[in-house]
Nanobody
Framework: QVQLVESGGGLVEPGGSLRVSCAAS????????MGWYRQAPGKARELVAT????????TYTDSVKGRFTISRDNAKNTIYLQMNSLKPEDTAVYFC????????WGQGTQVTVSS
C-alpha cells in the first residue's frame, strides 16, 4: 500500500530552522522525481522543491532558493526538506508527493513561523 507520512513541523521564530521528513512506503522514492509542496491558508498548494530520480539534482521555487534544501535517504526511503532563514510567509502545511504520477496525499505537517 502506497503511503506518505510527513513529520517534523512545528512553531519556529523568524530566522530559525526546521527539518521536515517524508517517509514513503509501498514504492521506492529514488525511482520517482519527488517534491515538497506547501499550502498556506486560503492559497493553492504550491510546489517548492524537487529532487530528480536519476542524479538527485534539485530545483526550487524562487521564494525558497538559497534557504531550503531537499534531500533523499535511499536506505530509509525518506525525503527531507531542510528549511533555514524561515520567514512568516513560509507558514503552511507541508506535503510531499511524487511530482509525476502522484499518489494519495499524506496528512502533511504544519510549519508556523511566528515570533
Amino acid at each position: 500500500q502506497v503511503q506518505l507520512v510527513e513529520s517534523g513541523g512545528g512553531l519556529v521564530e523568524p530566522g530559525g530552522s526546521l527539518r521536515v521528513s517524508c517517509a514513503a512506503s509501498g514504492f521506492t522514492v529514488s525511482t520517482y522525481t519527488m517534491g515538497w509542496y506547501r499550502q498556506a491558508p486560503g492559497k493553492a498548494r504550491e510546489l517548492v522543491a524537487t529532487i530528480l530520480t536519476t542524479d538527485a539534482r534539485t530545483t526550487y521555487t524562487d521564494s525558497v532558493k538559497g534557504r531550503f534544501t531537499i534531500s533523499r535517504d535511499n536506505a530509509k526511503n525518506t525525503i527531507y526538506l531542510q528549511m533555514n532563514s524561515l520567514k512568516p510567509e513560509d507558514t503552511a502545511v507541508y506535503f510531499c508527493n511524487r511530482v509525476y504520477a502522484k499518489t494519495l496525499w499524506g496528512q502533511g505537517t504544519q510549519v508556523t513561523v511566528s515570533s
